[in-house]
Nanobody, 119 residues
Framework: QVRVVESGGGLVQSGGSLRLSCAAS????????VTWYRQAPGKERDLVAS???????NYVQSVKGRFTISRDSAERTVYLQMNNLKPEDTAVYYC?????????????WGQGTQVTVSS
């Protein structure tokens, strides 16, 4: 069974850095498009960054120049490097991955990882 698990969240001071990981496990063919979302308390879940199967990336304006999305060479893990963190980056970060298996392609969500940035 395919699973997607986020990790790497934590508490950091303003200006600090964290690297989030989105790891896929189980039997699958390809981990294609992967998108990081975040949801702050009382707010909707918003897109933060995405990486397509071919490697093209996309960022929300508020994180451009501070966050970098990448994938490992085995293409089973996607990272979100977050630098110069700000208190407004505080949220639960979720990973959504489109993964192909013998039964076709499906979206998989992780359980989320908390990022808290103190001022």
């Amino acid at each position: 069974q395919v699973r997607v698990v986020e990790s790497g969240g934590g508490l950091v001071q303003s200006g600090g850095s964290l690297r989030l990981s989105c790891a896929a496990s189980g039997e699958f063919f390809k981990m294609l498009h992967v998108t990081w979302y975040r949801q702050a308390p009382g707010k909707e879940r918003d897109l933060v960054a995405s990486i397509l199967g071919g490697g093209a990336t996309n960022y929300v304006q508020s994180v451009k120049g501070r966050f970098t999305i990448s994938r490992d060479s085995a293409e089973r893990t996607v990272y979100l490097q977050m630098n110069n963190l700000k208190p407004e980056d505080t949220a639960v970060y979720y990973c959504n991955a489109y993964i192909t298996t013998s039964r076709g392609g499906h979206d998989y969500w992780g359980q989320g990882t908390q990022v808290t940035v103190s001022s």
